[in-house]
């Protein structure tokens, strides 16, 4: 079953020369509306009529997160605001978020995408998804919500967290696609066998899961708590949010939807790219997107590209699971953590020192996230009730800048261990 059967399963040939022709759209809109592009290009010596082939791609620079950084908040924008009707934003290392936006065509682009890879999973009008992945600036919730009602399912937006309301919704209103992360998905599992559930009476037959990292050893234990056909599924804000690239019924990695997107997998070291089938880092170019299009974006995302038939006749090439990433961004219950952004509370607070460790574990399947900090040699002595008072203006702190809790623990001086090198500033303990 297809949502968009035509061009699911577009010959390459045929999808090769779509991809060519929306390329160089793209290429010219960016030319003539974003000026860091253009400096960019002429940089590099490449002008838009060097775009005759696809594989003139390599030609053009790379864009980083760091680029979004600096032109931080709108600078890489291809329209004016007036055609903005969306952004939406996700965390990065200077406590200044990622800003992406979108026009009405792009919301449309994304809500057909969305739809697409809920009907990998199976899914149809007739469905009720209940949408737990988080609303708001993050792009999970609103992406899927587009997504569902343009498939005409029933969407449940109940947003992440109060599990035992969304245990019993989900029994009440006959759930049968859930969209959430791996993690938050097990733990409702867990949390509905306490409750009594018994969910092999209950019509779920599918989860939508990703934004992080997983396992198909989850992936065992999600299809068999839950008893539904667990699918992954792939995106970033920064080139749209859910619905990049989708799992099918096969399970053997994501289709990366080729008709908006040209993904390339390069060496991160070199920048050099790699034949499909070899590990690398995933790059990504938009070619539909108006307000925000990404020229061969870096994700930092560890995968590799399968151009292998798939038995279930769609010719977009997959993506395997996501095994890590080549910068140090964690992933803690879906939100983006970069060991930065505690360093630079660390250094707001004169009775700490920035030598810190942050350990990540997972405890019934929800992830916890506690700040080894060191104290400065004079308040060592110090009172415990001073001490307490210090933990607790941290762990605000901490929680305002990550966006999600912390344990904070106090360690004497000079515990941490010291590093010549690069210092190792995460312990993840995560088993997944
Ligand atoms: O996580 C968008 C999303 C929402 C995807 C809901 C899927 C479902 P960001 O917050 O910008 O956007 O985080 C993007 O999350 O670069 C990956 O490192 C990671 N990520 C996303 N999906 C997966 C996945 C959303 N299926 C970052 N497996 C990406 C592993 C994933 N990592």
Redesign the pocket.
Known sequence: MYWDCRIETMPREQLQALQLERLQLTIERVYRNVPFYRRRFTEAGVKPSSMRTLEDIKRLPFTTKQDLRDNYPFGLFAVSMTDVVRVHA?SGTTGKP?VVGYTEQDIKTWAELAARSLVCAGGTKFDVVQNA?GYGL???GL??HYGAERLGAAVVPISGGNTQRQLMLMQDFGTTIL?C?PSYALYMAEEGQKMGLDFKKMPLKAG???????SERMRRQLEEKLDLMAL???????IM????AMECAEKQG?HIWEDHFIPEIIDPGTGEVLPPGEQGELVITTITKEAFPLIRYR???ITCLDPEPCPCGRTHYRIR??TG?SDD?L?IR???VFPSQVESVLLEFSETEPHYLLVVDRKANLDQLEIWVELAEQMFSDKVRQLEDLENRLRERIQSVLGIAARVKLVEPNTIPRSEGKAKRVVDRREI
């Open positions: 996700s990622t992945y993050f792009t999970g992406g899927l969209t992360t939508i899961f990703g934004a992080e990292p997983w992954d599924i792939y995106g970033l804000s920064e949010g859910p619905g990049v994501m994700t930092r995302d699971r996501i990433r961004m992933i879906g939100v983006n």
